[in-house]
């Protein structure tokens, strides 16, 4: 009689699993609602083990980490087993917990596909005994291992009642939606709530401009509006700039004291009045900071999980930028567009897995600017096309006057000559009004975000009106909104 074949493990995913647990409260709820102890092998009996302590903790609503698998090791008398430097090791191994669903699929696969092959020794051994009904004993063999088949086959399928469910209750949330049609957290710009209704739970966003056109300064704005207006924890990663840096910028937003004043420190008493008024209302909202430059994507994952799990109505995560996200620290110029594309699907990931809207700033290409009207599409979004298709909404900024600067002519429709030459929009910039005249009375422009992609919803075009020496963004006054539809009419005659 032929000998059994070794039973197949794939230890490295089940270690996966196990340090992503660790690592993630989030990843840790998913595994332990999908997998069972016998799902680990017995290739590397500690992984079983650590499964079952984990299992205990949850059973005690304990939190789930290094040190009290430890703990419970120790309780369960297993510590004997399982060393505690192996433990760490998990942590430390694995790069992100957003993977967690692949490592138990190639878990339960190797589960499933064991108790396939026990469950055919089994056969052969019951046929070895003697059978004295064929049909019988093929009928019951075939319904056994159907069973253990189907296993596999339903996995991670939802039904219509469930996916149905979840839709009415989407519809009720829609329906309970505020005044201003606000499903979502508030961006803070009229027009721009009326396309997105709201940052979305779980959706991916791009914000996309050339260097110095505004982008880390709309970020800004969009972390500060979804704290003060929707009330929520926002998070906000600065890869290429300090926080300090970035707060003096949010101040300057606020107080309308320009950005040059706050650096240098030259302020009259009016401007020391609103900056500590400004700072007051910064210091009430709850908005994190983390300036580590070029983290990891690693590092970016864990944080933003830390920071969900310690504040669970965590609304928003902005990051400032995407170029400067690393997956390992090895950098490979060469292949840099692969790793772009994996950052992105894992910023992807990470949106869903946290169930928070991720804004991630990018850069444009350079050949925006070889084209004749110079206004951005998505083709380019620099370094990988996987952008674009992983993100639910990619807003491109266009400012003309910026080119303008550059010394660059452009023709977009919409525009008309003044009576200098140059190109302006034909309408008067209502100024803000505050009493300190040499802070806000030149600066301003006019920004289109071009909503260029909705998964959920419409395209089109938002203008807001930029005012750099305060790195503030404003929506249009009704007036302007009628002055530049004039001027967009006459100049597509």
Known sequence: MAEFIALPSNVEAERSVLGAMLIAPEAAEIALGSLMEN???????????IFRAAMALHEHDRPIDAQTIIDELITLKLDKSVESNYIFDLVSTVITPENIDQYIMMVREQSVLRELLLKC????????????????????SNNEISLIAQKRAVQDMRSAKDVAEEVSRHLKKASAADKHGLTGIDTGYKKLNAYTHGWQKGDFIILAARPSVGKTALGMNFAYNAAIYSHVPVAFFSLEM??????????????????????????????????????????HTEIFFDDTPNAKLGDVIAKATRLKNTHPNLGLIVIDYLGRIRYSDKADLSARQMEVSYVSGALKTLARTLDVPVICLAQLNRNVESSESKVPALSNLRESGSIEQDADIVMLMYRKDYYRDLGQQTKEKGWAKDKKGGDQPQTQLAQPTTEDSTDNTGGMSDVKVLV??????????????????????????????????????????
């Not at 004043?261 to 020391?272: E, R, S």
């Open 242 to 283: 300090g926080a300090t840096q970035v707060m003096q910028r949010l101040i300057a937003s606020r107080s309308y004291v320009s950005n040059d004043k706050i650096q240098t420190g030259w302020l009259n008493a009016n401007d020391k009045v609103k900056i500590v008024s400004a700072i007051d209302e910064i210091s």
């Open 452 to 493: 260029a992609k909705n998964r959920n919803g419409q395209t089109g075009q938002v203008t807001l009106l930029f005012q750099k020496a305060f790195s503030r963004f404003d929506d249009p006054s009704p007036e302007y909104e009628e002055a530049e539809a004039r001027a967009a009419a006459e100049g597509g005659e």
């Open 39 to 49: 799902d680990f092998s017995d290739a590397d009996p500690r992984n079983k083990l």
């Open 121 to 140: 020794q089994e056969i052969q051994k019951t046929y070895s005994a003697g059978v004295a009904d064929i049909g019988s004993f093929i009928a019951k």
